[in-house]
Structure formats: C-alpha cells, structure tokens
C-alpha cells in the first residue's frame, strides 16, 4: 500500500457572519496533509516546527493518531480494513498546537473513499468528531453537535464541501439553522512540497502559527462581544476536552 508524500498547504482561512451581525475575518497560515501512518520525519533541527502527536487527537490516549481514528471509526461500524487515510492539519509548533478542524479522508484497501471524519476543537478545550459520508462532488451534511461560537447555540446543520486536497485545497462549511445560513468557513490554498527551506520560510513569516490562530479566534470574540452580540450559554456536554497545552 503506497503511502501520502506530505506536503503543505498555504492557505487563507475566511470566516463570515452574516447574523445576528454581519462580520468577516481571513487569515493567512499553513497547514499540512499527511498519512497519519506514517507522519513526515523531518531533520532533528527542524522536529519542533512539525509534530504530530496522538494525544491531540481524539482521546488522546491511543498509540498513534491512526489507532485513534480506527477506534473512533470501528465505534461506529466502519472498517477500513487498513485502506489508506490522508490527514490535513495544524502541525505541533514549538511545543503548541490548536486545530480548530482536522479532516481526515478514509478510503478503503481498493482506495475508494469510505468517509470522511472531521475532528473539530473549540477555545475551552473540548473537541468532537463528525463522521461523514460525502457524495461525489465531496458534500456532506450533518447536525450540529458541539459547542464552537459562544454567539450560536447547538442547533441547526453544517453543509460541508470537502473535496480530498490536490494540488489546491478548497474547503468550505456552511452553518444552517432554520433561519438561515449565518455563518459560512472557507480554507483555501495552494500546495508546496516539504522542503527545509519552505518549511523555514513559512515558519518565519508565521512563527507560532497556531497559537496565533486561537489568538485570532478570541480576539475577534472579544470584537464581537463588545460590539454587542449576546452570548449562548454553553451547554454541559460530555465529550473529550484537554487544554491547549505545550510540551
């Protein structure tokens, strides 16, 4: 069975509200798709820019991200039978990392696509996992289950596009509630091969990338809090939750 060659991704991560208040943010980062069998082995100078540890992922207690997926997965009926997986995600910078969404693309031993599992984390430490069946043209539909936006309570639908990365990505995930589409995602971008110079210059110009994503996530909440926007009271929910933590 051929393995993933990793590469990374440049990408531009666009949010936009459209209700209770219309509000847009982008930012610039990078992220990686890897085979989570087999994550990249970089140059001991250059391991703290890149990790991939299984406690990030979801419970966090299995041998390796692939082992925890594959129980997550068999939970719910779904046998790879070791078919291949291709994972895009923020990599462990410096000792810290904060995935807002990880996707991982699970196909079969013949290589057709059997699902699609996408892991989202929020700011208070919690995370939770969609398992999606996506048509031809790479959309899924599911309900809403977790707790993200303090501005939207647990309710509605996502409608995700999700088309397995190329030579670009080209994510996007939709918000549904009754009233509406109020919120809508997108992650686009282009991709490079990993080299040591690519991966240093991307390094530089986004040092501590990940911190700077939940950085940027809670200070648009504050914005958004101070501009008026009431708050959801989160709900008690019982799923997975570690602090964003270093090591």
């Known amino acids: 069975m051929s393995?993933?060659?990793?590469?990374?991704?440049?990408?531009?991560?666009?949010h936009?509200?459209?209700?209770?208040?219309?509000?847009?943010?982008?930012?610039?980062?990078?992220?990686?798709l890897i085979d989570p069998d087999h994550p990249p082995e970089l140059p001991t100078a250059l391991r703290p820019l890149a990790g991939f540890d299984a406690r990030d992922h979801f419970e966090g207690d299995r041998p390796s991200i692939r082992a925890g997926l594959d129980a997550f997965l068999a939970e719910r009926g779904v046998d790879l039978q070791g078919g291949p997986v291709v994972m895009l995600a923020h990599a462990r910078v410096l000792g810290y990392v904060f995935n807002p969404l990880?996707?991982?693309w699970c196909h079969g031993p013949d290589g057709a696509l059997r699902c699609v599992v996408a892991e989202v984390h929020n700011t208070?430490?919690?995370?939770?996992?969609?398992?999606?069946?996506?048509?031809?043209?790479?959309?899924?539909?599911?309900?809403?289950e977790f707790y993200v936006s303090p501005f939207f309570p647990v309710d509605g639908r996502y409608r995700m596009r999700l088309p397995t990365p190329g030579d670009r990505v080209d994510l996007t995930v939709h918000l549904?509630?009754?009233?509406?589409?109020?919120?809508?995602?997108?992650?686009?971008?282009?991709?490079?091969?990993?080299?040591?110079?690519?991966?240093?210059?991307?390094?530089?110009?986004?040092?501590?990338?990940?911190l700077a994503v939940s950085t940027a996530i809670r200070l648009h909440g504050i914005?958004?809090?101070?501009?008026?926007?009431?708050?959801q009271p989160r709900p008690d929910q019982h799923e997975h939750s570690t602090p964003e933590h270093t090591s």
């Open 176 to 210: 549904e509630r009754d009233d509406g589409r109020p919120f809508t995602a997108t992650v686009r971008g282009t991709r490079h091969e990993v080299r040591t110079r690519t991966l240093l210059g991307l390094a530089v110009r986004r040092p501590w990338s990940t």
């Open 124 to 144: 208070y430490g919690g995370r939770h996992n969609y398992l999606l069946r996506p048509d031809a043209s790479g959309l899924a539909v599911t309900d809403k």
């Open 102 to 104: 990880t996707l991982y």
């Open 16 to 32: 936009v509200r459209t209700a209770p208040r219309r509000y847009a943010l982008r930012h610039r980062t990078y992220m990686w």
């Open 3 to 14: 393995t993933t060659t990793p590469a990374l991704y440049r990408v531009t991560v666009a």
């Open 223 to 231: 914005r958004l809090y101070l501009r008026g926007l009431p708050v």
